[in-house]
């Protein structure tokens, strides 16, 4: 069932560009939802909204802040912002007192803030109580974003998956939500939540074949989650790049790659697949030499 045949939303106003405006726009058409696209503050976006006839706000990759800034705003004027809820929003703001509700919900708490590597794990969750992760990432201050972290045991990834739908399900969201926890050898420790899109989702795509983007708006609709956790192992290896692109670079793509490229931004983001780590490393490879050029390329290996 789309958002449109569910009649919960069926304009949405996506205040974003670049690419964040660009993974909205694809996932609304999927759906078959029509959209505008606005940038400014919370206020004057829900006038935007209501001006253009929207009955939805999708943040786009906003921060928690802003996105709490934006739920009030779009509460005073009944307008639908597609967000985990205010609750959770409000708590995410607070470290510590998201801290506190981890700590009651069951989860190691991080020793020490930046101690360790940090991994990710996204989190979709419905209004019935069903919740479900999908591929845990490593996410490094530098370099390519990769999932499945190679460098934890299927034990450690299931077990960082767990805790993710354990502290996600306490509080009862409804959509996308990342948790975040630190690694430091066999100790794992909540570090974060953050709400909505983080710029990653088309790992999952590679990997597990859904759109995180597609379900965020589904559940914001009202749908029941359609995914089983059984159904959901990640396949293979992929790798993520976010680049700086001049508008001329030609790409020739090719198996296991994909470039998200807005029209208008210089910003793109780059994913590399393959059945085992080192296809996808050579395929990334040989995609960011024909993006930048040798020399700048091995500037984006590790």
Do not use: K
């Not at 958002?3 to 058409?29: I, K, N, Y």
């Not at 948790?179 to 794992?188: L, S």
């Amino acid at each position: 069932m789309s958002c449109q045949a569910d009649h919960a939303f069926s304009r949405l106003l996506v205040a974003a560009q670049g690419l964040a405006a660009l993974r909205v726009q694809q996932a609304s058409d999927e759906l078959g939802l029509a959209f505008r696209l606005a940038e400014g503050e919370p206020e004057a976006l829900v006038l935007r909204a209501r001006t253009l006839g929207c009955d939805a706000l999708h943040p786009g990759e906003a921060s928690g802040e802003h996105q709490l800034a934006l739920a009030g705003a779009c509460r005073r004027d009944d307008l639908r912002l597609i967000a985990p809820g205010p609750v959770m929003l409000e708590a995410m703001a607070d470290r510590a007192a998201m801290w506190r509700l981890m700590r009651e919900a069951g989860l190691p708490l991080a020793s020490a803030v930046g101690e360790g590597r940090r991994v990710r794990v996204p989190v979709l969750a419905d209004g019935q109580g069903r919740v479900v992760h999908l591929a845990v990432r490593h996410a490094p201050r530098s370099g390519p974003m990769l999932a499945p972290v190679p460098w934890l045991t299927p034990e450690q990834r299931s077990y960082l998956g767990q805790l993710a739908v354990q502290g996600v399900a306490s509080l009862g969201p409804v959509g996308l939500v990342v948790a975040t926890f630190r690694v430091a050898g066999n100790v794992i420790g909540f570090e974060a939540m953050s709400p909505g899109l983080s710029g990653d989702e088309a790992l999952d795509e590679a990997l597990i074949g859904i759109d995180p983007v597609v379900e965020q708006l589904r559940l914001a609709a009202g749908e029941p989650l359609r995914h089983r956790q059984s159904r959901l192992e990640a396949r293979g290896h992929a790798l993520l790049w976010q680049l700086p692109l001049a508008p001329a670079v030609h790409f020739g793509g090719g198996p296991g790659l994909r470039l998200d490229r807005p029209a208008v931004g210089g910003m793109a983001r780059l994913v590399a697949w393959g059945r085992r780590p080192e296809v996808a490393w050579r395929r990334g490879r040989r995609a960011l030499v024909e993006l930048l050029g040798e020399a700048e390329a091995a500037a984006w290996m590790p």
